[in-house]
């Protein structure tokens, strides 16, 4: 019990900072845009930094004011460079040492204790503070002693390896705890802030976030503060297994920690380990690395230790789904493949099928010619179209819909090549060659079987893509969406976008089906282009997309 309240603590009063309310995806996506602006937050820090510098280069200073500006050097470096706050408060022990100022010696001391305590640095830590006299301490430093007495085996408490010791350590912490609760002025920001803490350790959660929200109220939303105090409602949710609040308020920390360069952050580290526990791995391992990188710079021993624990077991998480996704890849990426060689046979196939009925077309023309071969003629497709017929029912096998589209109309020529035979057959028998002249001269039977084939086409693709008309016009312009009358299915520019959707994209060919020249199916497909919503070159790959149920 007490190992568990000294980490907690620990982790509460060396936490980061915090940011407004919102949702946690919300939050999420707040956070890595102020990840991506870091450099712009390390910039104001470094130009503060060397306002100080320029002050500290000022002629005639006295060891008063050197100080001074020491001391704003340190707390600027506090939780972003170790080595430059432990060398300026170095400074300042030595300046206070030569004015002989007992106050600002203790004032030093305090400081590097405070240095060392958080770095792991622990017998340094006692070592300043057992140099102290507490009898030369004003009240305002009194409580300042025993605050870092409290932080020291705090953290000795949290990090010994020896249960019996980390017990003796927490003990010797809470004692000091509560002599500092009992010094401080009982409605002061630092005095409610120990309040609420007490009252957590004893499971008052209630009465503890009320105190946390009067703080919260008391500072300006992102200031240090406010991150603190952000960070201490993260812990409370945590130990009431509160993940989802725990995250939300771990999230405002380290975006705060982030916007005040902050390096000695604790809040993005234990954001990446509870996501790690809820399998996001990318975000786990991105924060982590971030986290690495932070500590790197900050170059703290104790904060190496705290990622180095995590860090191997997230990034072993990391490494395992890449190699699953990249298998996954490489199988999506062969079954395309094989889906891509399968297109490419059916389209053979098709256009197969389109020429061989192009044949048939011709023989019945061929026939035409003479009167008397006419029988043999007609015997010879009758021959070939039962070839086709059964050529299609054995391609039924692949149970694609368009196939029994080619069936089906296969077999409705058939029927009207004997009628037509019959007809013809009635008119040479009767001796009417005049009217059989007139009939076969016309192209009224080949514009209407033209027609019957498009409507043909536009019931197949329809019952296909029975939204293809309202997806497609989705893709356009509000103003420039097609209107379909009443006795048509699909006008030219809507089978010129089948075509496409069905893998005929070659505009020659698309030509060639509708019985258009080139240039005017290049026309029709640039004017539908010029009134799409997207880029022109994303169009027609959203056209493929229609029907498919994934986001293109």
């Keep these: 019990m007490f190992r568990t309240v000294a980490i907690l603590t620990l982790l509460i009063f060396s936490s980061g900072a915090g940011f407004c309310q919102s949702e946690v995806d919300s939050l999420l996506k707040v956070l890595d845009k102020t990840m991506e ?91 300043v503070l057992k140099q102290v006299k507490k009898q030369d301490l004003n009240p305002g430093q009194l409580t300042d002693y025993y605050a870092c007495m409290q932080q020291l085996y705090a953290e000795l408490g949290l990090y010994s390896a020896l249960p019996a010791n980390a017990e003796k350590y927490n003990i010797l912490s809470f004692a000091y705890r509560d002599t500092l609760v009992a010094l401080l002025d009982p409605k002061s920001s630092e005095s409610l802030r120990w309040q609420a803490a007490i009252l957590q350790d004893k499971g008052d959660f209630e009465q503890s976030r009320k105190i946390n929200s009067r703080l919260i109220s008391g500072v300006k939303e992102g200031s240090e503060d406010y991150a603190l105090y952000a960070f201490l409602r993260a812990i409370s949710f945590r130990i009431q297994g509160n993940t989802v609040d725990e995250e939300k308020y771990l999230i405002k920390s380290a975006i705060s920690d982030i916007k005040n360069a902050v390096k000695d952050n604790v809040s993005l580290t234990l954001l990446a380990v509870l996501l790690y526990e809820k399998n996001d791995i990318d975000l786990a391992y991105r924060y982590i690395m971030y986290s690495l990188e932070d500590a790197k710079f900050y170059n703290s021993r104790l904060r190496y230790v705290e990622i180095s624990k995590i860090l191997p077991l997230i990034s072993e998480s990391f490494r395992l789904k890449n190699e699953k996704q990249q298998r996954q890849l490489r199988l999506y990426a062969l079954v395309i493949t094989l889906l891509a060689i399968s297109l490419i046979i059916a389209s053979i196939f098709l256009y197969s099928q389109m020429k061989r009925l192009s044949k048939a077309r011709q023989s019945l023309q061929d026939a035409n010619l003479t009167m008397q071969k006419l029988h043999e003629d007609l015997i010879r497709v009758n021959a070939q179209l039962k070839s086709l017929n059964h050529e299609l029912l054995e391609s039924n096998r692949t149970k694609e819909e368009h196939i029994g589209f080619f069936l089906n109309l296969c077999s409705t020529y058939i029927d009207k090549l004997d009628d037509f035979r019959k007809f013809v057959h009635r008119k040479v028998t009767s001796g009417q060659n005049e009217d059989l002249f007139k009939v076969t001269k016309s192209s009224h039977y080949f514009d209407s079987e033209l027609k019957e ?44 976008f089948a075509l496409i959707r069905l893998g005929v994209t070659d505009s020659s060919k698309i030509a060639s089906f509708l019985r258009y020249s080139v240039n005017t199916i290049y026309n029709y497909r640039t004017r539908i282009r010029n009134k799409a919503l997207m880029p022109r070159d994303d169009f027609e790959r959203k056209v493929k997309m229609i029907g498919i149920n994934v986001e293109a």
């Design 453 to 496: 084939f498009y409507s043909n086409f536009d019931n197949t693709f329809l019952h296909l893509f029975p939204n293809f008309v309202e997806q497609f016009n989705a893709l356009l312009l509000e103003n420039e969406r097609i209107e379909i009358k009443n006795d048509e299915l699909l006008t030219t520019e809507l089978r010129i």
């Design 37 to 127: 602006s870091a450099g712009t937050y390390m910039h104001q820090k470094e130009s503060r930094l060397k306002s100080l510098y320029a002050l500290l280069e000022t002629k005639q200073q006295s060891p008063e004011q050197h100080y001074a500006i020491n001391s704003l050097l340190y707390k600027e470096y506090l939780k972003f460079k170790f080595d430059s706050a432990l060398h300026y408060m170095n400074k300042n022990l030595e300046l206070a040492e030569s004015v002989k100022r007992t106050d600002l010696i203790n004032e030093s001391r305090f400081a590097l204790s405070r240095i060392f305590s958080g770095s792991g640095m622990y017998f340094e830590a006692l070592d």
